[in-house]
């Protein structure tokens, strides 16, 4: 499968813990994004990379959020001391940017995040 | 960044043609519209992108008018499995715009 794949799936953790996420995106795509996504609501833009320069990153996105992609490659999310709130599905996608044409992204299937 | 809007959801029966209408008057010069389908515990997938005019490929057709501040997607022939959420987005991905997704469309496919 050369898709984008996310890893876990599923967590559970309790508040305050700290949690890591990990994307491995389509190989030769540049640009990587973080989306969080709430029942009932559309996708969250949170971050994005080009290559491994984290270029925007949303107002949202508190301190005790970060992400990482040190490599231009795989990208970790990493939440500290986490609160109910955080519970959602965290989704990343990466795409080809570049060329005539405008991009497309492509997602994992997210990692479920369930904070008790 | 253009904001769109969509209904929140429509309702369908198998065999019939859907259109799903999304406004986005601020739309810019260099902004496409891409549309994506999300059905769940899953990750939005492309569906079809476009600049102006029709657009159509093997899963949907994309409508744009001359003044482009809409769109519609036509699912023709919807199935059960048709059933998902469905969202606009406008932006220049390639200027580096944050892409941000609405609250789509949920569309239910009825037997």
């Known amino acids: 499968d050369t898709g984008v794949s996310q890893d876990p799936r599923h967590k559970i953790t309790k508040r305050g813990q700290n949690v890591t996420f990990r994307c491995d995106p389509i190989s030769e795509h540049n640009r990587l994004y973080w989306y969080r996504q709430t029942l009932g609501q559309g996708p969250e833009f949170l971050t994005y990379f080009q290559n491994e320069a984290q270029l925007e990153k949303s107002r949202l996105l508190s301190d005790r959020f970060s992400a990482e992609r040190p490599k231009g490659s795989f990208s970790t999310l990493e939440i500290q001391r986490t609160e109910q709130g955080d519970s959602a599905m965290y989704l990343c996608a990466s795409s080809l940017a570049g060329g005539a044409t405008n991009e497309k992204l492509f997602f994992g299937s997210g990692t479920q995040l369930s904070v008790l | ?111």
Not at chain 2, 13 to 42: L, M
Request: overall charge positive.
């Open chain 2, 1 to 111: 960044l253009a904001k769109t809007t969509q209904p929140i959801s429509m309702d369908s029966y198998e065999g019939q043609e859907v259109n799903i209408t999304c406004s986005h008057n601020n739309i810019a010069t260099n902004d496409y519209i891409t549309w994506y389908q999300q059905f769940p515990s899953q990750g939005p997938r492309f569906i079809i992108q476009g600049y102006k005019t029709k657009v159509t490929n093997e899963v949907a057709s994309l409508f744009i008018p001359a003044d482009r501040k809409s769109s519609t997607l036509s699912l023709p022939r919807v199935s059960l499995s048709d059933t998902a959420v469905y969202y606009c987005l406008v932006g220049v991905g390639n200027a580096g715009n944050m892409l941000t997704f609405g609250g789509g469309t949920r569309l239910m496919v009825k037997p």
